[in-house]
C-alpha cells in the first residue's frame, strides 16, 4: 500500500488517471498523499468512518517501465508502472544453482507479465524455489495461490498474516478495496521468529519480523557482492488500523531497519534507494513522519 507526505508536485506533462472507491462517509482530518513515478495512494491519520480513495497513474520515467537489474542478481520484475498500477514492486532474486526467489507476486492479475518478465530477463520460473511474501496486503500476494500452483515453489510467511493470506480474507487484505477477488494461498512456511535464516542456492536471508504496516510484516535482507539489500516493503506506510496497522510497533521496526545499515533499500512502491546514506534517509524521513 501506498504513503503519503505534505506535498503533491507533479508536471503539467504527468498523465494522471484517478478511480475512486469511496468505502464510506468522509471524517474529519487532514488528509496527505505521497507523488513518486510509481504509486499514489491516500494515507488517512484518523481512521473511523472514512472515504477510501486510491489514485492510479503512469508517469513516462525511462527505465521504470521495464523490469531491470537493481544489483548483482536482483531485479525488479514487476510494479505498478511495469505491470499493472495496483502492483507493489515485485523483486527477483537468482540465488545460483539454478534456484530463483522472488519478493512478493503484485495484485494478481498482472501474473502473465511477470512471468513473461522473467523471461525477457533470461531466467525460466521453473526454477522458483520461493515466493516470500513480506505482509498479506492485495498488492503483495495477489498472484502467489497461482504461482504456488504452478511452479511448485515454497509460500513464505508470518503467521500473523499467514491466516488471512491462506483463507483468502477480504477486508483485511484490502481486496475488498481494491474491488480484487483473493484467492486463498497456502502458506508453507509459516515464521514465528523475531529473525529467521533461509537459504536458497548461494544466498542467505534474513526474513526479520518488521510489525507495523500489518501485524506479521517481515523485512528481508541479502548480502550480495558486498552489498547489504534490503527488501524493506511498504517502510512508507500508511498505518490503517482497520487492518491491523500499530504506530508503535512501526517505530520499532524502522528503527531496526535503520540498525541494519543497508546499502541498497528495494522498497514496496517508491523505488530502489542507494547508497546507505539515502538508504537511511528515506527510512527515517518515515519515522520522523510518524512521529508528528
Known amino acids: ?77 514487476g510494479s505498478s508502472s511495469i505491470t499493472h498500477s495496483d502492483d507493489c514492486s515485485v523483486y527477483l532474486v537468482d540465488c545460483g544453482k539454478e534456484e530463483l526467489v522472488l ?47 504452478n511452479y511448485h515453489c515454497k509460500v513464505v510467511a508470518h503467521e500473523l498474516d499467514a491466516k488471512d493470506i491462506e483463507k483468502g480474507e477480504q477486508f483485511l487484505t484490502g481486496a475488498k478495496a481494491y474491488g480484487v477477488k483473493l484467492e486463498p494461498c497456502t502458506v508453507d512456511i509459516k515464521l514465528n521468529q523475531p529473525e529467521t535464516r533461509l537459504t536458497f542456492g548461494k544466498l542467505e536471508f534474513k526474513l526479520i519480523h518488521t510489525p507495523g504496516h500489518t501485524p506479521g510484516g517481515i523485512s528481508v535482507v541479502v548480502d550480495i557482492e558486498g552489498k547489504r539489500v534490503l527488501f524493506g516493503q511498504d517502510i512508507h506506510g500508511p498505518l490503517i488500523p482497520e487492518w491491523g496497522a500499530d504506530l ?43 512521529s508528528r
Open 1 to 77: 500500500m501506498g504513503g503519503y507526505t505534505r506535498e503533491t508536485n507533479l508536471s503539467q506533462t504527468q498523465k494522471i488517471s484517478c478511480r475512486t472507491k469511496i468505502r464510506e462517509k468522509i471524517f474529519a482530518g487532514n488528509l496527505n498523499l505521497k507523488i513518486s513515478s510509481q504509486f499514489l495512494f491516500f494515507n488517512f491519520r484518523k481512521l473511523k468512518d472514512y472515504v477510501f480513495v486510491k489514485f492510479n497513474y503512469r508517469i513516462e520515467v525511462p527505465n521504470l517501465n521495464n523490469p531491470f537489474e537493481v544489483h548483482h542478481g536482483v531485479y525488479l520484475l
Open 103 to 149: 519478493i512478493d507476486s503484485g495484485a494478481g492479475s498482472s501474473y502473465n507479465l511477470l512471468v513473461d518478465n522473467a523471461e525477457s530477463l533470461g531466467f525460466n520460473l521453473t526454477h522458483l524455489k520461493a515466493l516470500i511474501l513480506t505482509h498479506k496486503h492485495i498488492d503483495h500476494i495477489g498472484a502467489a495461490a497461482k504461482l504456488r500452483k
Open 248 to 290: 508503535e510497533k512501526y517505530r520499532q521496526s524502522m528503527e531496526k531497519l535503520i540498525s541494519l545499515r543497508a546499502d541498497i533499500l528495494c522498497e514496496g512502491h517508491f523505488g530502489v534507494y542507494q547508497p546507505a546514506e539515502k538508504v537511511k534517509k528515506y527510512i527515517e524521513g518515515y519515522l520522523i513522519q510518524y
